[in-house]
């Protein structure tokens, strides 16, 4: 197992309360750099963050802290976003692919336990189809669409030139501002973030929005909301890689994710052999409820792993 050294000062975001580590890859010639952080001690687990506006490791602050005291946990963020590069580059599946195999590998030297959520489970089960890096994978609320093509229909060529306006210096950040406002950011965690509204404090939505304000945020997030990060384009192709499974998959189900959703994981469930554990929450259940995920994950791992002892 490989580690790059650790950050000896960073203008940081909460995190997870670990120690905090730089990984150093290249996109196209450019050298970039993704932010890191570990914690605990034992056999590696990996968090991977949900992408969204207001995407950062720190979500996964409460689930690395249960883990933690059984597991050596990994938790990132993903360029673009967090902590990590924010580079004026046309952001693309092939860009979060690339970054997610080139820290794998450098990481780890076994399988690993892999924890998505999100819109990171397309990542995930990619790579589970090319010479799998995963001893087991838990997807949590996973979705392949992104907001606006899953809210108002495929009309690609329209996100697509609401994306450039986007990246526009003067009118593109007028319209960012306009979508991550504190009240706005509130809005949308009362509608499909959180299952309970107490939850949302000021003091969390603060902290969404802070890291919504660093310099090139606007890109990652545009993409992500345009379905630019959509890994796949048809329901069909997002089952596919689930038939048949190519490692062990857990797939979390919170009662409160819009319906949607809700339904396209309903059915994912039904016509494939993953196991599902159903649990209250939306979107953002690894945030609001980590120790009930956690609970779960730790009892369907001992199940899986007393079971590979036996064979």
Same mark, same amino acid.
């Given at each position: 197992m490989s580690q790059d050294s650790p950050i000896p000062v960073i203008e940081s975001l909460?995190?997870?309360?670990?120690t905090i580590r730089e990984h150093h890859w290249s996109w196209k010639g450019k050298p970039q750099t993704l932010v890191y952080e570990? %914690?605990?001690?034992?056999?590696?687990?990996?968090?991977?963050?949900?992408?969204?506006?207001?995407?950062?490791?720190s979500e996964m602050r409460g689930l690395a802290k249960e883990l933690a005291d059984q597991y050596q946990v990994y938790a990132i963020d993903w360029v673009g976003f967090g902590d990590s590069s924010r580079p004026t580059v046309q952001y693309t599946p092939a860009l979060y692919e690339t970054c997610l195999r080139s820290f794998v590998q450098t990481m780890f030297s076994e399988p690993v336990v892999v924890i998505a959520a999100g819109h990171s489970a397309g990542y995930v089960m990619e790579l589970a189809q090319k010479q799998p890096p995963w001893e087991w994978v838990v997807l949590v609320c996973p979705t392949w669409r992104g907001p606006l093509p899953t809210a108002m229909g495929e009309?690609?060529?329209?996100?697509g030139i609401l994306r450039r306006l986007i990246g526009l210096p003067i009118v593109g950040q007028f319209l960012y501002i306009?979508?991550?406002?504190?009240?706005?950011?509130?809005? %949308?965690?009362r509608r499909h973030v959180f299952a309970d509204q107490q939850n949302i404090t000021p003091e969390l939505i603060e902290q969404k929005w802070k890291t919504t304000k660093k310099k090139g945020a606007r890109f990652?997030?545009?993409?992500?909301?345009?379905?630019?990060?959509d890994r796949v384009r048809s329901r069909q192709d997002w089952f596919n890689w689930f038939q048949p499974?190519?490692?062990?998959?857990?797939?979390?189900i919170g009662e409160q994710m819009p319906p949607k959703s809700r339904q396209e994981i309903e059915v994912l469930a039904h016509f494939s052999g993953v196991q599902v554990y159903r649990m209250p929450g939306s979107l953002g259940l690894h945030e609001e409820y980590p120790e009930q995920l956690a609970a779960g994950i730790l009892g369907f791992l001992e199940k899986y792993r007393s079971r590979k002892r036996r064979f």
């Open positions: 909460i995190g997870i309360g670990g570990v %914690m605990g001690e034992g056999k590696p687990i990996l968090l991977l963050p949900a992408l969204s506006s207001v995407s950062s490791r009309h690609r060529w329209a996100y306009l979508n991550t406002t504190r009240r706005f950011l509130k809005f %949308m965690y990652a997030s545009a993409a992500f909301v345009t379905g630019g990060l499974l190519p490692v062990p998959v857990m797939m979390v």
